[in-house]
């Protein structure tokens, strides 16, 4: 395997994720990408340009190129409104392609289904194997919306179904995902590899609680609950503020502790009420607790974990769940709905708390059982560590790069049959 080609038409490797269209997805494609670059491959990343100052290619590490494609306005437009652009997109992945001899890429590894249409055709021009993960399906989420959630769309229920018909091979983060796949979309068991995703152990490791909370202006006697993630109805950060009021109302005693950091920025269908999780707060009498703070990067997003007792990942719906992941390997335990790939990044009462459903009674149940209790946080804490380092981005590219050489090699009898 010499060069790869990945496809992410609607959110750029070098976006910080946690705010707009920036997520797990983003962080999957960079580790997988350096990982790949690190063991020899060569990795061309294709997105969509946002912005007229950016350079046509941009090196993201040695062996990473990222190339901006113009399609359709730099701003202003929403990510429903891509599939309009997809001709415009695809065109520029094709002429960069044609700049080189033929055979220049040996597989396509499209995320997202956007990107799964572009891979689509870019396998039948070049003769290459199309490898595609889709990191959320619309069905899925469908079946999982919250009460101020829109249901995905019919177009992109049918773009999905024809990426899981055409593609090579089909990543999955979980078995849960797997069945998805087979069950909701008819995909060939054969087809469908689960390959989960990872952590990086250098960046997220344990460390002095203290020192991360004095770095946020944090009490060091503080009860601290974070989420971090997007700010939009599937992540549900909402239920934390309700549990959180919840809490104060059995217990106004803990008002002079308990911090609630909200981490990240408004996404998806919150982007029409970017407010709105600030005036929840507000209406439920617990502003004076829940501090709202910008998306985190790099070794200030450890600090965040590290600081907190409990991270919650309350999403209705999840893949997988790196936050969950991430909070872990920093020594942080989990409170996280039974959701998706979340009980596989979460060990029930081992590294932290799954709760079925979103209803605050429950939640608050759950938060105020790890965080009131500081031996069994301790405990779980330990745990956590140990269970994220089974996860790491270089078993993840491992399994991705022999997915791609099994994906050539029937792709290629396909051919020459």
Not at 15 to 37: C, R, W
Not at 274 to 281: M, N, S
């Amino acid at each position: 395997m010499k060069r790869v080609a990945v496809l992410s038409v609607h959110t750029s490797p070098l976006e910080q994720p946690g705010t707009g269209d920036a997520g797990g997805m983003n962080v999957y494609v960079v580790q997988t990408a350096t990982a790949m670059a690190r063991r020899g491959v060569e990795v061309e990343i294709f997105t969509r340009a946002t912005s007229s100052e950016l350079p046509p290619v941009a090196e993201l590490a040695p062996g990473v190129k990222v190339r901006h494609v113009v399609a359709g306005p730099f701003s202003g437009l929403e990510k429903e409104e891509l599939p309009g652009q997809l001709c415009a997109f695809t065109a520029g992945v094709l002429r960069a392609e044609a700049r080189h001899e033929p055979g220049h890429y040996d597989v396509v590894h499209s995320h997202y289904w956007l990107s799964g249409q572009v891979g689509w055709l870019a396998r039948e021009r070049w003769g290459v194997p199309l490898v595609h993960t889709a990191h959320t399906l619309a069905k899925v989420k469908n079946l999982a919306l919250a009460e101020s959630d829109a249901p995905e769309p019919r177009m992109r229920v049918i773009g999905e179904e024809q990426v899981v018909a055409e593609a090579d091979r089909l990543i999955a983060n979980t078995d849960v995902e797997a069945d998805q796949l087979t069950g909701l979309y008819a995909a060939d068991p054969a087809k469908v590899l689960v390959v989960p995703p990872g952590v990086d152990l250098d960046r997220f490791t344990p460390g002095d609680r203290g020192e991360a909370r004095r770095s946020l202006g944090l009490p060091p006697d503080a009860l601290v609950l974070a989420f971090v993630g997007r700010i939009q109805p599937l992540k549900a950060p909402d239920v934390l503020v309700r549990a959180t009021a919840a809490l104060l109302e059995r217990d106004p005693g803990l008002r002079s502790r308990l911090v609630v950091l909200v981490v990240g920025g408004p996404s998806g269908s919150g982007m029409r009420t970017p407010d709105e999780l600030v005036g929840l707060a507000r209406a439920l009498g617990v502003a004076d607790v829940v501090r709202f703070l910008p998306p985190q990067g790099g070794g200030s997003l450890a600090q965040v974990y590290r600081a907190a007792d409990a991270v919650a990942v309350p999403s209705h719906n999840e893949s997988f769940g790196l936050v969950a992941l991430e909070a872990q390997a920093c020594g942080t335990p989990v409170v996280a709905a039974a959701v998706g790939g979340l009980p596989v990044a979460v060990r029930d009462g081992v590294t932290g708390l799954l709760v079925a459903g979103h209803r605050t009674p429950d939640w608050a149940d759950a938060l105020s059982r790890l965080v009131l209790a500081p031996g069994l946080r301790a405990e779980l804490a330990g745990n956590a560590v140990g269970h994220a380092r089974g996860f790491s981005w270089d078993r993840t590219t491992e399994s991705l790069l022999a997915a791609y050489e099994q994906a050539r090699d029937v792709f290629r009898e396909e051919v020459y049959a």
